[in-house]
T-cell receptor, first 114, second 110 residues
Framework: DAGITQSPRHKVTETGTPVTLRCHQT?????MYWYRQDPGHGLRLIHY???????DKGEVSDGYSVSRSKTEDFLLTLESATSSQTSVYFC?????????????FGPGTRLTVL | LAKTTQPISMDSYEGQEVNITCSHN???????ITWYQQFPSQGPRFIIQ???TKVTNEVASLFIPADRKSSTLSLPRVSLSDTAVYYC???????????FGSGTRLLVRP
């Protein structure tokens, strides 16, 4: 599992509340990613990071922000959760430093916004 | 970004060889072809990756023709535990982003 953990694993929250999901890795890999997975859409990239304090947007970044103050932690924040953000969120890391390197995924966080 | 097309679903029986083909007509020169497997309630898991011809590992084989506009994942002698969704990916740029398609849902029957 490349030492990836996500917390919380499950969360139920109400519309309009802020939510922060945490991804933690133990192996100091440079690249980290946040995806969401919804029925009929597969996995879609939200944000990614290529180093401490270096982040960029993915294809579905609206309504989300990220931060990476330490190599091992990548935080995903929903500033004001909406029902459309109910989803399963996966964190991933890229192992290595070249274009053929593999991504390893965390166990996922199931978020429900009521 | 290169788009991939895969069958939505496939059925097989235990012990059979399964071949899942992915079309990627607009693959770029630098793109690698990668396959992931996903079980319910789990994150995707890397299976195999290749650039051209044939790649084989302990889990699967990947066949890529010379024009690279398609690729075939071959799973030898599948078991019930191979029931999963299989994703073919060819999008790769300098930002290390993966673009997942809809995947192929493989059902292995006893």
């Amino acid at each position: 599992d490349a030492g990836i953990t996500q917390s919380p694993r499950h969360k139920v929250t109400e519309t309009g509340t802020p939510v922060t999901l945490r991804c933690h890795q133990t192996e100091n890999h440079r690249y980290m990613y946040w995806y969401r997975q919804d029925p009929g859409h597969g996995l879609r990239l939200i944000h990614y990071s290529y180093g401490v304090k270096d982040t960029d947007k993915g294809e579905v970044s609206d309504g989300y922000s990220v931060s990476r103050s330490k190599t091992e932690d990548f935080l995903l924040t929903l500033e004001s959760a909406t029902s459309s953000q109910t989803s399963v969120y996966f964190c991933a890391i890229a192992v290595g430093a070249g274009p053929t390197d593999t991504q390893y995924f965390g166990p996922g966080t199931r978020l429900t916004v009521l | 970004l290169a788009k991939t097309t895969q069958p939505i679903s496939m059925d097989s029986y235990e012990g059979q060889e399964v071949n899942i083909t992915c079309s990627h007509n607009n693959i770029a020169t630098n793109d690698y072809i990668t396959w992931y497997q996903q079980f319910p309630s789990q994150g995707p898991r890397f299976i195999i990756q290749g650039y051209k011809t044939k790649v084989t590992n302990e889990v699967a084989s990947l066949f890529i023709p010379a024009d690279r506009k398609s690729s075939t994942l071959s799973l030898p002698r599948v078991s019930l535990s191979d029931t999963a969704v299989y994703y073919c990916l060819v999008d790769w740029d300098s930002s290390y982003k993966l673009i997942f398609g809809s995947g192929t849902r493989l059902l292995v029957r006893p």
